[in-house]
């Protein structure tokens, strides 16, 4: 299942493109250097929950089979093998390749340290793509080969421009999702997740399931799943988020990661780790978010001073990019004057340099 940790991606048919390294000839990528150990990254409780159980069924759904997330290993129980593939639970093997023994990520993600290489912002590990070189890991020449096109971006991309053109699919539409469920271990059968699907509850976890504010319809929004699923961890989301005009609605959006304050917690008490979690005192002091906010750890929510203390939030004029000054005075008929320019701003955004958009 491609993205794989691999140096050769010529074995894969679906690869089309991708950039080889060879640290032989000092053609490397530091890419992986420190995110394999946490890199204060991680995915979120609100990524976790899109995944679908193998079974086809959203999480919510009653049949569904969901373990919950009490535990991080308990979130792969039965569920899509990119979520079981890609994010790394406590205990599972990091590196063991190269390495006399191998090694293995904490029982205790460490959600609570500024150390930016080892620690975690929410204690679901990035795990897609990742060596288990213990020498791509400590040494900046990473040699893992960084995929760039491959089919399933063309299957998806089919997918969802088919749909939006005739709000229906045809036969390939339908070969194609079929067969990227498949390949992830869920039942291919996509019309049994359409109609299970709540968007009153997806629209909780995912911004996508929004365009201009407004809720879409249920097939749009799981075509746009498989998409967010598919290309997990691989830089897609913004520039998804943007062309779906699917943050209108953000306002005060709380990010969270694993259930820390639930069951999880013994494994803290019991490792002796429960002095390094501090709540509660000043913004210096603290190193986790308090219990009184959410069960789930809110990174942006450990010290009051910080810019997204309060949640996040959109400006609609961010949308699109601003056009520079010096656009409109090249262009103007004077050659100094802006408004005898044939061009126009994009919205939100004022014609003179160094100043912010409307909010």
């Known amino acids: 299942m491609p993205p794989t940790a691999t140096q050769n991606p010529n074995g894969y048919p679906e690869v089309l493109m991708y950039r080889p390294y060879n640290r032989d000839l000092s053609i490397g990528t530091d890419y992986n250097h420190h995110i394999y150990y946490g890199y204060a990254r991680g995915y979120t409780h609100q990524m976790e929950h899109s995944f679908l159980m193998k079974n086809g069924l959203p999480v919510y759904a009653e ?10 290993g308990d979130t792969k129980i039965d569920r899509d093998d990119r979520w079981r593939l890609f994010m790394k639970a406590p205990g599972e093997v990091k590196t063991f390749i190269n390495t006399t023994s191998p090694e293995y990520f904490s029982t205790t993600p460490m959600v609570y340290s500024d150390d930016v290489k080892y620690s975690t912002a929410t204690g679901y590990l990035l795990g897609k793509g990742y060596s288990h070189d213990l020498k791509d890991q400590d040494l900046n020449k990473d040699q893992t080969a960084a995929i760039m096109f491959r089919a399933a971006e063309a299957y998806i991309t089919y997918i969802e421009a088919y749909y939006e053109k005739n709000h229906k699919l045809d036969d390939k539409a339908d ?59 691989e ?3 913004y520039n998804d988020l943007i062309r779906w005009r699917a943050m209108d609605q953000l306002n005060g959006f709380q990010i969270e ?9 013994k494994d803290y008490e019991t490792a002796g780790l429960t002095d390094k979690l501090i709540y509660g ?15 789930y750890v809110r990174p942006y929510q450990v010290a009051s001073t910080g810019l997204y203390y309060n949640g996040l939030n959109f400006c609609q004029a961010h949308y699109l990019s601003p056009i520079a000054e010096s656009h409109f005075l090249i262009t103007a ?17 004022p014609i003179k340099a160094n100043e912010s958009a409307d909010r």
């Not at 990661?257 to 917690?265: C, D, E, F, N, T």
């Not at 913004?283 to 978010?289: Q, Y």
């Not at 100094?336 to 939100?348: A, K, M, R, V």
């Open 63 to 72: 049949g569904s089979g969901y373990k919950g997330d009490d535990y991080i």
């Open 175 to 233: 070969k194609y999702w079929r067969a990227l469920r498949t390949r992830a271990g869920i039942d291919p059968d996509y019309n049994k997740t359409i109609a299970a699907t709540d968007m009153g509850q997806e629209k909780l976890y995912d911004w996508g399931a929004y365009s201009t504010g407004q809720l879409i319809d249920k097939t749009l929004f799981n075509i746009r799943r498989e998409r967010r699923n598919e290309f997990i961890g």
């Open 235 to 237: 830089g897609y989301r």
């Open 257 to 265: 990661g694993i259930k820390l304050w639930g069951p999880m917690i």
């Open 281 to 295: 005192k000043s913004d210096k002091e603290n190193t986790i978010s308090s219990p009184e906010l959410s069960k």
């Open 333 to 349: 008929s004077d050659g100094e004057t802006t408004s005898t320019s044939p061009i126009y701003q994009n919205p939100g955004w």
